[in-house]
């Protein structure tokens, strides 16, 4: 599957709107109220019964500064003794969540992410992960993923070397832009010296895979300025790249406000830096996984495409098999079985109910045997480009073409537009409908997303 994104630009206006990522299907905005501990519980005994490999993701949501573009659920505060509430929350949760799964069940994956996950101290670092080893199943050598995100401007040498002898093996850097404009429009002033200190010391710690994260979209970026971003990183030669598209939703994420909208580049600018960065990662050797994230052919992303064996989760592509995911800390999301449920996004509540020794479950939803069907199809299509029918009739007991037939009209017209290849065994996304593959997946989504203030355009 390694055969380059074709940029057809007429078939992206005509294709791009508003849709999902398909971090998960059904999609977060399918989550209702009313999912309970017992839900969860249940869950979890089950994944037990079968000895299910675990991934977990721990959020710490503070930062110590705004940058204003940010969608993630952060808090930010520059007081560092806010994290000991929070651990001590965070504590509890483990607490309450790990008697409830299977002894031997082993963690495949260890995600720490935020926020700004170095904003705790050493100790706490070192306490986090000492819980978690107690609690869960964790490998002792280096075999397993455990990644973090990291803010170059919150971490050095030091910490970078504790956390790869707390077993951290992969990182990912955010960067965004380089150029000092874009920077002082989102208030994330951060050198290149910054970076490239952060990225000399995951090497030379032997980390297994960097990641560098990008958005285009920012305020004041131009075709030119992104360019020597780009250009720029692929020296540092990261092995992994994430291009994220910004989503500018400044009624749910209010520091957005404080971005400038006139100073936004236009759709066109957008599509061109896109498709220029797109072109540019892929002569530079990079591979395009799907949905902004690109790989070098030697990194385990890249082996997993071409095995089989690529994943989604709530953080975007893995290498390796589906794992039950549970999720720690304020509005992280639990993946157990076919339950999905996430905890509240609000700290104070998270903090409180965990302090009276309850789960602070928000929302969530159990997925109906429909649900399981169009989850596997959608997860195969963003994550291999291909999708045989039988063994989807196989595994589910259908006839492809009958449960889908509502869908035919739509994948003739992909077909007809080249984004696609229907035959007789199956279906194929073209190079040149890899950009829009998460809109190919749409076809096969029951619900429906007009109306979804959440939604934002994602091209690649
Ligand atoms: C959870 S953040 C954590 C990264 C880390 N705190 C840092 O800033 O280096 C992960 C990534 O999400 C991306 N991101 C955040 N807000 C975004 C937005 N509104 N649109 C697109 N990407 C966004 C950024 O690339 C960021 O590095
Ligand atoms: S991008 Fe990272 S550092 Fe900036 S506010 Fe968001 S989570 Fe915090």
């Known amino acids: 599957m390694s055969d380059p994104v074709e940029w057809d630009e007429g078939l992206i206006r005509r294709y791009d709107k508003p849709g999902p990522r398909y971090t998960s299907y059904p999609t977060l905005a399918q989550y209702q109220d009313g999912i309970l501990p017992g839900d969860l519980f249940a869950a979890l005994h089950e994944s037990g019964r079968k000895g299910r490999p675990l991934s977990l993701y721990v959020h710490i949501p503070f930062c110590a500064?705004?940058?204003?573009?940010?969608?993630?659920?952060?808090?930010?505060?520059?007081?560092?003794?806010?994290a000991q509430p929070y651990l001590q929350a965070l504590y509890r949760e483990i607490d309450l969540i790990s008697p409830h799964l299977g002894g031997m069940q082993q963690v495949e994956r260890l995600h720490l992410g935020g926020g700004t996950p170095t904003f705790l101290g050493h100790d706490d670092l070192r306490g986090l992960m000492g819980r978690l080893r107690e609690r869960f199943n964790l490998h002792e050598d280096d075999t397993a993923d455990h990644s973090i995100e990291i803010d170059?401007?919150?971490?050095?040498?030091?910490?970078?070397?504790?956390?790869?002898?707390?077993?951290?093996?992969?990182?990912?850097?955010?960067?965004?832009?380089?150029?000092?404009?874009?920077?002082?429009?989102?208030?994330?002033?951060?050198?290149?010296?910054?970076?490239?200190?952060?990225?000399d010391a995951a090497r030379a710690l032997a980390y297994r895979s960097v990641n560098i994260d990008l958005i285009y979209?920012?305020?004041?970026?131009?075709?030119?300025?992104?360019?020597?971003?780009?250009?720029t990183i692929i020296e540092l030669k990261p092995d992994r790249l994430t291009l994220y598209n910004y989503a500018h939703l400044p009624d749910l994420f209010l520091p957005q406000r404080r971005i400038d909208m006139a100073e936004l580049p236009s759709t066109d600018a957008r599509l061109q830096i896109c498709g220029n960065s797109v072109a540019r990662l892929q002569q530079a050797g990079y591979r395009y996984i799907g949905m902004g994230q690109f790989a070098l052919p030697d990194?385990?992303?890249s082996n997993a495409q071409e095995t089989g064996e690529l994943s989604r989760s709530f953080q975007g592509y893995v290498a390796g098999v589906e794992c039950d995911l549970i999720g720690l800390g304020v509005s992280a999301i639990s993946q157990v079985g076919d339950l999905y449920c996430r905890n509240s996004s609000d700290l104070k509540q998270y903090q409180q109910s965990l302090e009276e020794g309850r789960l602070a479950l928000r929302q969530g939803l159990k997925c109906s045997a429909d649900d399981r069907l169009r989850r596997v199809v959608i997860s195969q299509l963003m994550c291999h480009f291909r999708l045989r029918y039988a063994d989807i009739e196989q595994r589910f007991n259908i006839d492809f073409a009958t449960y889908f037939t509502d869908c035919l009209g739509t994948l003739r017209q992909m077909h007809e537009n080249g984004?696609?290849?229907?035959?007789?065994?199956?279906?194929?996304?073209?190079?040149?409908?890899?950009?829009?593959?998460?809109?190919?997946?749409?076809?096969?989504?029951a619900y429906q997303y007009a109306t979804d203030s959440t939604c934002y355009a994602q091209i690649v």
């Open 419 to 445: 984004l696609i290849r229907l035959s007789i065994s199956g279906i194929e996304v073209l190079p040149a409908g890899r950009p829009l593959v998460a809109r190919i997946c749409m076809v096969f989504d």
């Open 65 to 82: 500064n705004i940058c204003y573009y940010c969608s993630c659920t952060k808090v930010i505060t520059k007081d560092r003794s806010r």
């Open 217 to 231: 979209g920012l305020p004041r970026q131009t075709v030119e300025s992104f360019a020597r971003t780009v250009e």
């Open 152 to 199: 170059p401007r919150e971490a050095d040498w030091s910490t970078l070397g504790l956390l790869r002898e707390l077993g951290f093996n992969r990182v990912s850097f955010g960067v965004q832009d380089l150029d000092v404009e874009v920077q002082r429009a989102v208030n994330r002033l951060q050198s290149l010296e910054q970076t490239q200190a952060v990225m």
């Open 299 to 301: 990194d385990s992303l």
